[in-house]
Protein backbone atom coordinates (compact mmCIF):
# COMPACT_ATOMS: atom_id res chain seq x y z
CA UNK A 1 0.00 0.00 0.00
CA UNK A 2 2.46 2.25 0.88
CA UNK A 3 4.47 1.95 -2.94
CA UNK A 4 1.48 2.31 -4.63
CA UNK A 5 0.51 5.86 -2.43
CA UNK A 6 4.51 7.14 -3.17
CA UNK A 7 3.45 6.18 -6.88
CA UNK A 8 0.49 8.17 -6.81
CA UNK A 9 1.90 11.14 -4.67
CA UNK A 10 4.77 11.42 -7.10
CA UNK A 11 3.11 12.68 -9.70
CA UNK A 12 0.06 14.24 -8.05
CA UNK A 13 2.79 16.45 -6.28
CA UNK A 14 5.32 16.92 -9.72
CA UNK A 15 1.59 17.99 -11.24
CA UNK A 16 0.37 20.60 -8.30
CA UNK A 17 3.93 22.24 -8.26
CA UNK A 18 3.89 22.29 -12.39
CA UNK A 19 0.64 24.00 -12.39
CA UNK A 20 1.61 26.66 -9.72
CA UNK A 21 5.05 27.09 -11.08
CA UNK A 22 5.16 26.08 -14.22
CA UNK A 23 6.50 29.19 -15.41
CA UNK A 24 9.78 28.91 -14.35
CA UNK A 25 11.33 26.63 -16.73
CA UNK A 26 14.50 26.68 -15.24
CA UNK A 27 13.46 24.68 -12.17
CA UNK A 28 11.83 22.20 -14.06
CA UNK A 29 14.81 21.71 -16.10
CA UNK A 30 17.42 21.79 -12.49
CA UNK A 31 14.78 19.21 -11.24
CA UNK A 32 15.16 17.08 -14.28
CA UNK A 33 18.90 17.24 -14.06
CA UNK A 34 19.08 16.51 -10.48
CA UNK A 35 16.66 13.46 -11.07
CA UNK A 36 18.96 12.10 -13.90
CA UNK A 37 21.95 11.84 -11.88
CA UNK A 38 20.11 9.71 -9.53
CA UNK A 39 18.53 7.64 -11.68
CA UNK A 40 21.26 6.44 -13.82
CA UNK A 41 22.77 5.55 -10.49
CA UNK A 42 19.99 3.61 -9.77
CA UNK A 43 20.56 1.81 -12.95
CA UNK A 44 23.87 1.06 -12.52
CA UNK A 45 23.92 -0.04 -9.03
CA UNK A 46 20.53 -1.79 -8.81
CA UNK A 47 18.79 -2.72 -11.71
CA UNK A 48 21.85 -3.58 -14.18
CA UNK A 49 23.46 -6.10 -11.14
CA UNK A 50 19.59 -7.46 -10.89
CA UNK A 51 19.93 -8.14 -14.44
CA UNK A 52 23.18 -9.64 -14.90
CA UNK A 53 23.49 -11.85 -11.97
CA UNK A 54 19.77 -13.18 -12.93
CA UNK A 55 19.77 -16.97 -14.71
CA UNK A 56 19.74 -16.42 -18.53
CA UNK A 57 21.53 -12.91 -17.93
CA UNK A 58 23.83 -13.49 -20.98
CA UNK A 59 20.67 -12.88 -23.05
CA UNK A 60 19.35 -10.30 -21.23
CA UNK A 61 21.34 -7.76 -23.11
CA UNK A 62 18.90 -7.84 -25.83
CA UNK A 63 16.42 -6.60 -23.95
CA UNK A 64 17.94 -3.62 -22.41
CA UNK A 65 18.67 -2.18 -26.32
CA UNK A 66 14.68 -3.25 -26.37
CA UNK A 67 14.16 -0.93 -23.53
CA UNK A 68 16.32 1.59 -25.06
CA UNK A 69 14.70 1.41 -28.44
CA UNK A 70 11.07 1.38 -26.91
CA UNK A 71 11.49 4.55 -24.97
CA UNK A 72 12.35 6.10 -28.64
CA UNK A 73 8.89 5.02 -30.14
CA UNK A 74 7.66 6.18 -27.05
CA UNK A 75 9.16 9.54 -27.71
CA UNK A 76 7.13 9.78 -30.86
CA UNK A 77 3.53 10.20 -29.42
CA UNK A 78 5.51 11.93 -25.67
CA UNK A 79 7.50 14.60 -27.73
CA UNK A 80 10.52 14.15 -25.34
CA UNK A 81 8.46 14.98 -21.82
CA UNK A 82 10.39 12.58 -20.13
CA UNK A 83 13.76 14.38 -20.65
CA UNK A 84 12.28 17.73 -20.81
CA UNK A 85 12.43 18.68 -24.73
CA UNK A 86 9.45 20.61 -24.54
CA UNK A 87 8.91 24.52 -25.83
CA UNK A 88 5.57 26.65 -25.25
CA UNK A 89 6.08 27.18 -29.11
CA UNK A 90 5.75 23.55 -29.77
CA UNK A 91 2.10 23.18 -27.76
CA UNK A 92 -0.30 23.04 -30.39
CA UNK A 93 2.28 19.64 -31.75
CA UNK A 94 1.53 17.82 -28.73
CA UNK A 95 -2.34 15.83 -29.08
CA UNK A 96 -3.66 14.94 -25.66
CA UNK A 97 -4.37 11.51 -26.31
CA UNK A 98 -1.28 10.50 -28.07
CA UNK A 99 0.66 12.04 -24.60
CA UNK A 100 -1.87 9.95 -22.36
CA UNK A 101 -0.74 7.19 -24.32
CA UNK A 102 3.34 7.07 -24.40
CA UNK A 103 2.88 8.15 -20.36
CA UNK A 104 1.07 5.66 -19.48
CA UNK A 105 3.12 2.76 -21.19
CA UNK A 106 5.57 4.49 -19.82
CA UNK A 107 4.73 4.24 -16.38
CA UNK A 108 3.05 0.94 -16.92
CA UNK A 109 5.95 -1.23 -17.94
CA UNK A 110 8.39 0.35 -15.18
CA UNK A 111 5.60 -0.31 -12.42
CA UNK A 112 5.78 -4.11 -13.37
CA UNK A 113 9.12 -5.01 -11.97
CA UNK A 114 7.98 -3.77 -8.53
CA UNK A 115 5.88 -6.80 -8.13
CA UNK A 116 8.55 -8.73 -7.11
CA UNK A 117 11.02 -6.45 -4.82
CA UNK A 118 11.44 -8.21 -1.86
CA UNK A 119 12.04 -4.66 0.26
CA UNK A 120 9.09 -2.14 0.11
CA UNK A 121 10.79 1.02 0.15
CA UNK A 122 13.54 -0.43 -2.23
CA UNK A 123 15.84 1.71 -4.38
CA UNK A 124 14.14 0.88 -7.61
CA UNK A 125 11.31 2.71 -6.51
CA UNK A 126 12.54 5.47 -5.63
CA UNK A 127 14.18 5.92 -8.59
CA UNK A 128 10.40 5.51 -10.12
CA UNK A 129 9.24 8.71 -7.67
CA UNK A 130 12.04 10.48 -8.27
CA UNK A 131 11.66 10.13 -12.11
CA UNK A 132 8.02 11.37 -12.27
CA UNK A 133 8.35 14.01 -10.22
CA UNK A 134 9.76 16.44 -13.08
CA UNK A 135 8.36 14.74 -15.57
CA UNK A 136 4.59 15.34 -14.25
CA UNK A 137 5.53 19.32 -12.94
CA UNK A 138 6.55 19.65 -17.19
CA UNK A 139 2.99 17.50 -17.26
CA UNK A 140 1.28 20.11 -14.65
CA UNK A 141 3.17 22.80 -16.28
CA UNK A 142 1.69 21.47 -20.35
CA UNK A 143 -1.72 20.78 -19.05
CA UNK A 144 -3.00 23.37 -16.95
CA UNK A 145 -1.25 26.37 -18.54
CA UNK A 146 -2.64 25.17 -21.82
CA UNK A 147 -6.04 25.03 -20.50
CA UNK A 148 -5.96 28.97 -18.82
CA UNK A 149 -4.57 29.99 -22.23
CA UNK A 150 -7.83 28.46 -23.84
CA UNK A 151 -10.73 29.14 -21.45
CA UNK A 152 -12.58 27.32 -23.95
CA UNK A 153 -11.30 23.80 -23.26
CA UNK A 154 -12.49 21.33 -20.41
CA UNK A 155 -10.26 20.40 -17.64
CA UNK A 156 -11.67 16.33 -17.75
CA UNK A 157 -9.40 15.58 -20.49
CA UNK A 158 -6.39 16.78 -18.10
CA UNK A 159 -7.42 15.22 -14.90
CA UNK A 160 -8.12 12.52 -17.03
CA UNK A 161 -4.49 12.36 -18.57
CA UNK A 162 -2.95 13.07 -15.22
CA UNK A 163 -5.31 10.37 -13.56
CA UNK A 164 -3.76 7.56 -15.98
CA UNK A 165 -0.10 8.63 -15.42
CA UNK A 166 -0.32 8.92 -11.52
CA UNK A 167 -2.20 5.09 -11.58
CA UNK A 168 -0.19 3.67 -14.66
CA UNK A 169 2.50 2.23 -12.35
CA UNK A 170 0.47 0.74 -9.87
CA UNK A 171 -1.40 -1.01 -12.12
CA UNK A 172 1.72 -2.54 -13.87
CA UNK A 173 2.31 -3.66 -10.11
CA UNK A 174 -0.61 -5.46 -9.77
CA UNK A 175 -0.13 -7.22 -13.32
CA UNK A 176 2.67 -8.15 -12.23
CA UNK A 177 2.01 -10.16 -9.70
CA UNK A 178 0.13 -12.60 -11.76
CA UNK A 179 3.50 -13.21 -14.24
CA UNK A 180 5.58 -15.62 -13.53
CA UNK A 181 8.97 -14.54 -11.28
CA UNK A 182 11.34 -15.81 -13.85
CA UNK A 183 10.10 -13.15 -16.26
CA UNK A 184 11.07 -10.54 -13.87
CA UNK A 185 14.60 -10.36 -14.88
CA UNK A 186 13.76 -9.59 -18.71
CA UNK A 187 10.93 -6.84 -17.72
CA UNK A 188 13.85 -5.36 -15.69
CA UNK A 189 16.06 -5.14 -18.50
CA UNK A 190 13.89 -3.62 -20.32
CA UNK A 191 13.09 -0.43 -17.76
CA UNK A 192 16.97 -0.56 -17.34
CA UNK A 193 16.80 0.23 -21.32
CA UNK A 194 14.16 3.39 -20.72
CA UNK A 195 16.34 4.48 -17.04
CA UNK A 196 19.68 4.65 -19.60
CA UNK A 197 18.17 6.47 -22.20
CA UNK A 198 16.43 9.07 -20.07
CA UNK A 199 19.18 9.82 -17.91
CA UNK A 200 21.96 10.10 -20.56
CA UNK A 201 20.02 12.16 -22.77
CA UNK A 202 19.28 14.28 -19.75
CA UNK A 203 22.60 14.66 -18.59
CA UNK A 204 24.65 14.35 -21.80
CA UNK A 205 22.77 16.36 -24.28
CA UNK A 206 24.87 19.75 -24.68
CA UNK A 207 25.25 22.36 -23.36
CA UNK A 208 24.72 25.68 -24.59
CA UNK A 209 27.89 27.01 -26.40
CA UNK A 210 29.78 23.97 -25.29
CA UNK A 211 30.46 25.90 -22.12
CA UNK A 212 30.80 23.98 -18.81
CA UNK A 213 27.45 24.26 -16.72
CA UNK A 214 28.59 23.97 -12.73
CA UNK A 215 24.91 23.84 -11.63
CA UNK A 216 24.04 20.80 -14.03
CA UNK A 217 27.36 19.08 -12.93
CA UNK A 218 26.58 20.28 -9.39
CA UNK A 219 23.27 18.79 -9.51
CA UNK A 220 23.96 15.43 -11.30
CA UNK A 221 26.61 15.00 -8.59
CA UNK A 222 23.99 15.66 -5.49
CA UNK A 223 21.37 13.19 -7.45
CA UNK A 224 24.49 10.19 -7.43
CA UNK A 225 25.34 11.05 -4.08
CA UNK A 226 21.45 10.73 -2.83
CA UNK A 227 21.34 7.57 -4.92
CA UNK A 228 24.41 6.13 -3.46
CA UNK A 229 23.40 6.72 -0.25
CA UNK A 230 20.07 4.67 -0.90
CA UNK A 231 22.22 2.08 -2.10
CA UNK A 232 24.21 1.77 1.31
CA UNK A 233 21.41 1.89 3.16
CA UNK A 234 19.65 -0.84 0.94
CA UNK A 235 22.98 -3.16 1.14
CA UNK A 236 23.08 -2.49 4.66
CA UNK A 237 19.68 -1.75 6.51
CA UNK A 238 20.43 -3.31 9.90
CA UNK A 239 23.58 -1.19 10.46
CA UNK A 240 20.92 2.14 10.56
CA UNK A 241 18.79 0.55 12.96
CA UNK A 242 20.45 0.99 16.02
Known sequence: M??????????????????????????AKNLLVLSAGFLITICLNEV????????????????????????????????GFEHGHFHHHSEHNILP????????????????????????????LWGIVFHNLPISFILGAFLFNRKRESKSSSSYPSILIV??????????????????????PYFLAIVGGIFLHISSVIIFESNKNHNIDWVKIGLVVLGVSLALMMHVFHQHPTAHSH
Not at 3 to 12: H, K, R
Not at 51 to 62: D, N, P, R, W
Not at 110 to 123: D, V
Not at 164 to 169: D, G, K, R, T, Y
Open 163 to 184: ALFALASPMGMLLGNYFNPDLQ
Open 97 to 124: AALMVGLFIHAFIEGIPLANETQEMSPY
Open 48 to 79: FPQVYTSAGSSSLGIFVIGGVLLQMILEALTK
Open 2 to 27: TTVLLLILSVVTGVFLGKHFGKKEKL
